[in-house]
């Protein structure tokens, strides 16, 4: 099993930047493929970035490509995502989440969740 712990959420200006940090507990950090999610009030939980086991490929929402960044450090066991060029619509809560398989875009493929970090885009 692992455990996530996110953190980096705030409040910040349209057009400005955050990184979020997901720190995994667990000696087997480089099992797990892992994925950045968020939802806003009244909606569904989205797919946002995720990152192979290995670091090797990522994928990204059509949304956000082109200003977030996924990255993973193993030697920390931390994922980040670096969020550039805030939009008030990437106010969310924003989860990281981990397993061993399924499909990488998919939430529901996902067992392990952080408590999630706010973020809010003043316009």
């Known amino acids: 099993q692992v455990q996530l712990v996110e953190s980096g959420g705030g409040l910040v200006q349209t057009g400005g930047s955050l990184r979020l940090s997901c720190a995994a507990s667990?000696?087997?950090?480089?099992?797990?493929?892992m994925g950045w999610f968020r939802q806003a009030p009244g909606k569904e939980r989205e797919f946002v970035a995720a990152?192979?086991?290995?670091?090797?490929?990522?994928n990204y929402a059509d949304s956000v490509k082109g200003r977030f960044t996924i990255s993973r450090d193993s030697a920390k066991n931390t994922m980040y995502l670096q969020m550039n060029s805030l939009k008030p619509e990437d106010t969310a809560v924003y989860y990281c989440?981990?397993?061993?398989?399924?499909?990488?875009?998919?939430?529901?493929?996902?067992?392990?969740w952080g408590q999630g970090t706010q973020v809010t885009v003043s316009s």
């Open positions: 990152i192979t086991s290995s670091g090797g490929m990522t």
């Open positions: 667990g000696r087997t950090f480089s099992y797990y493929r």
């Open positions: 989440a981990a397993d061993r398989s399924g499909t990488i875009t998919a939430w529901r493929s996902y067992n392990y």
